[in-house]
């Protein structure tokens, strides 16, 4: 079992810069594929970015590459979305979640965080 804390979100300007952090319990986060998810109102969740267990090995929605880095820290249990260059399309509740392999759905995941709210102005 593995609970995932979300911080960090809020409000920011277009051009902006924001860092998600998602804290997990347990000594098993290093186990984990981690990921980012978004849902944007009336729109369905979607997948931004994931890593492997290791951090070796990240991949990105075509939309956030380049502006969007996924990192973690396996002895502080907490991964990261830096996030720069926001949009205004960034807006939504960001969601992280852990899983047994770093791919692009949310079916690949088992725990799934409560979220935090993005909002960018333009």
């Known amino acids: 079992q593995v609970q995932l804390v979300e911080s960090g979100g809020g409000l920011v300007q277009a051009g902006g810069s924001l860092r998600l952090s998602c804290a997990a319990s347990?000594?098993?986060?290093?186990?984990?594929?981690m990921g980012w998810f978004r849902q944007a109102p009336g729109k369905e969740r979607e997948f931004v970015a994931t890593?492997?267990?290791?951090?070796?090995?990240?991949y990105y929605v075509d939309s956030v590459k380049g502006r969007f880095t996924i990192s973690r820290d396996n002895a502080k249990n907490t991964v990261y979305l830096q996030m720069n260059t926001l949009k205004p399309e960034d807006t939504a509740v960001y969601y992280c979640?852990?899983?047994?392999?770093?791919?692009?759905?949310?079916?690949?995941?088992?725990?799934w965080g409560q979220g935090t709210q993005v909002t960018v102005s333009s």
């Open positions: 979640a852990a899983g047994g392999l770093p791919r692009a759905t949310m079916r690949a995941y088992d725990y």
């Open positions: 347990g000594r098993t986060f290093s186990t984990y594929a």
């Open positions: 890593i492997n267990r290791s951090g070796g090995y990240t």
